[in-house]
């Protein structure tokens, strides 16, 4: 997982959500979408020059995503821990079914009780961002990186096989190698005319 998108896309979460909104100004929209916008692409861009600037490795970009996914599970874990001592909570009066779900379209009350519902939902979101953010992530990078040292030891005793070859049997061009093999060709016709020769002179004298 990129870090720079994965803390971005947390602060964009974060404004939408909890981000302060002013309904008495007739400017709330356009300063709504302004910090909605600005801070999550000023947070994106000062990363992005970090990153290239410092040459950031991948593992330090994994140890970070993790640290983020910690931060974001405690939080999830603590924030329903606390809610679960109020003895109230806001509910609507009245709900619509949408295409996407259901739409809340009367008014917020205060009732009497815990909302066992939210604080459910908020613990199995807590549990997903430790299991699925801090420990699985970098698994998979983790064994491409073992493959890839496996490979590339191979490839090292390979080479380092050549190399001690090459200390015994040094390189040659191709056209040394021609002329080695003309040279021990003309050898061997020398030594099988010597031969003939021998044995028809010894064979003379018999």
């Known amino acids: 997982m990129n870090f720079n998108n994965y803390l971005t ?3 964009f979460f974060v404004l939408l959500i909890w981000g302060p909104i002013n309904h008495n100004s007739s400017y709330t929209m356009l300063i709504r979408s302004s910090y909605l916008i600005l801070i999550p692409l000023i947070t994106w861009i000062t990363i992005y020059c970090i990153w290239n600037k410092y040459e950031v490795q991948e593992k330090v970009s994994v140890l970070l995503s993790k640290i983020l996914s910690g931060i974001i599970s405690l939080a999830l874990f603590i924030y329903p821990i606390i809610k679960m001592n109020n003895d109230t909570h806001i509910t609507n009066t009245e709900y619509s079914r949408t295409f996407d779900g259901m739409e809340a379209v009367g008014d917020y009350i205060e009732v009497n009780g815990t909302d066992w519902g939210q604080i459910l939902v908020l613990l199995i979101a807590s549990t997903l961002f430790f299991v699925l953010g ?17 490979f590339n ?4 005793n390979v080479e380092l096989k050549k190399t001690n070859k090459d200390k015994y049997e040094p390189r040659m061009s191709r056209s040394e190698r021609l002329r080695l093999v003309a040279f021990r060709n003309v050898q061997e016709r020398k030594k099988k005319i010597s031969e003939n020769g021998n044995d028809r002179s010894t064979s003379n004298k018999k």
């Open 134 to 150: 801090v420990l699985r992530l970098g698994s998979d990078n983790s064994d491409k990186l073992n493959n890839n040292l496996t």
């Open 9 to 11: 896309g947390t602060i």
């Open 153 to 156: 030891s191979m490839e090292n």
